[in-house]
């Protein structure tokens, strides 16, 4: 049985409840619910994370390489903008990622047209909300 890990980055404990009108007013318990209902649909099974903290995303990041997880979905929050280390410790495992945002990054500031994750990711899903993570799951599962 396949196995993905989706990780969810800093902030988006408090979807939610921050900004709701691009956020959504879903709760990422909720999301998270939806993830695994869905998984058990395609027959896989997913593991959920999330942290605010860089250094917990790269650690988890590297453990998904030792517990030979079949694919990952990173919702990165504000370090698909800047962070070269969680860039770097995706690109140095040989496991396929798709970065997913819940918002359309590229219709909001200029900041956050960028993302220097995606182009070590197979894909990137942005402005879909929640199904984002189920578009990504699907995805993954049919490799």
Same mark, same amino acid.
Do not use: W
């Given at each position: 049985? /396949?196995?993905?890990?989706?990780?969810? %980055?800093? +902030?988006? +404990?408090?979807?939610?409840?921050?900004?709701?009108?691009?956020?959504?007013?879903?709760?990422?318990?909720? #999301?998270?619910?939806?993830?695994?209902?869905?998984? #058990?649909?395609?027959?896989? /099974?997913?593991?959920?994370?999330?942290?605010?903290?860089?250094?917990?995303?790269?650690?988890?990041?590297? +453990?998904?390489?030792?517990? *030979?997880?079949?694919? #990952?979905?990173?919702?990165?929050?504000?370090?698909?903008?800047?962070?070269? *280390? #969680?860039?770097? *410790?995706?690109?140095?495992?040989?496991?396929?990622?798709?970065?997913?945002?819940?918002? +359309?990054?590229? /219709?909001?500031? %200029?900041?956050?047209?960028?993302?220097?994750? *995606?182009?070590?990711?197979? %894909?990137?899903?942005?402005?879909? %909300?929640?199904?984002?993570?189920?578009?990504?799951?699907?995805?993954?599962?049919?490799?």
């Amino acid at each position: 049985m /396949k196995t993905f890990a989706v990780i969810h %980055g800093p +902030n988006l +404990n408090f979807t939610g409840v921050r900004e709701t009108a691009i956020y959504g007013s879903q709760s990422l318990e909720d #999301i998270n619910d939806s993830i695994r209902a869905y998984a #058990i649909t395609l027959g896989c /099974k997913v593991t959920i994370f999330q942290s605010n903290s860089e250094g917990v995303l790269i650690d988890y990041i590297q +453990n998904c390489y030792l517990d *030979a997880v079949s694919g #990952i979905i990173i919702n990165p929050g504000a370090y698909s903008h800047y962070s070269y *280390a #969680i860039r770097d *410790a995706l690109a140095g495992i040989p496991i396929p990622t798709v970065e997913v945002h819940l918002s +359309n990054i590229y /219709k909001r500031e %200029g900041f956050r047209h960028t993302s220097v994750i *995606a182009p070590v990711c197979a %894909g990137q899903i942005t402005g879909m %909300g929640p199904n984002g993570y189920l578009l990504a799951l699907s995805a993954l599962s049919a490799e």
